[in-house]
């Protein structure tokens, strides 16, 4: 193959995978269904990949590192919310959770919208 269209080829699937990289950094990970205004969240498209992307590297079904409950069910995490106050510990500024910071604030703001609306599971 010719060095000069080689290197053209390379360039190209360079800046396409650039692209794509950026592309998928843009995106939040933790909640892959963006959601609609004025659309009630559910724990099953929602609050779970939430919890799945924030929560259970230490509320795992076995917790770790200290962790005192799972947040891995639908039970679990309606437990947490009126048992052991969840949203507080998620908005909070000197304890939050996770412990290696605060959720961003539209994940929060989801997760609290959730509680409001009732905590729908599906």
């Given at each position: 193959?010719?060095?000069?269209?080689?290197?053209?080829?390379?360039?190209?699937?360079?800046?396409?995978?650039?692209?794509?990289?950026?592309?998928?950094?843009?995106?939040?990970?933790?909640?892959?269904?963006?959601?609609?205004?004025?659309?009630?969240?559910?724990?099953t498209?929602?609050?779970?990949?939430?919890?799945a992307?924030?929560?259970?590297?230490?509320?795992?079904?076995?917790?770790?590192?200290?962790?005192?409950?799972?947040?891995?069910?639908?039970?679990?995490?309606?437990?947490?919310?009126?048992?052991?106050?969840?949203?507080?510990?998620?908005?909070?500024?000197?304890?939050?959770?996770p412990?290696?910071?605060?959720?961003?604030?539209?994940?929060?703001?989801?997760?609290?919208?959730?509680?409001?609306?009732?905590?729908?599971?599906?």
């Amino acid at each position: 193959m010719n060095p000069k269209r080689f290197l053209n080829r390379l360039v190209t699937l360079s800046l396409i995978a650039s692209t794509v990289f950026l592309y998928n950094c843009n995106k939040d990970d933790d909640n892959p269904e963006e959601m609609q205004e004025g659309e009630t969240p559910t724990f099953t498209a929602d609050i779970q990949g939430i919890m799945a992307g924030n929560c259970t590297g230490c509320h795992a079904s076995t917790p770790t590192n200290g962790a005192p409950m799972s947040l891995v069910t639908y039970n679990q995490v309606v437990d947490a919310v009126n048992n052991r106050n969840l949203v507080s510990r998620i908005n909070s500024t000197t304890a939050p959770m996770p412990q290696t910071g605060r959720m961003n604030a539209t994940l929060r703001q989801t997760i609290e919208d959730w509680v409001n609306a009732g905590m729908p599971e599906n």
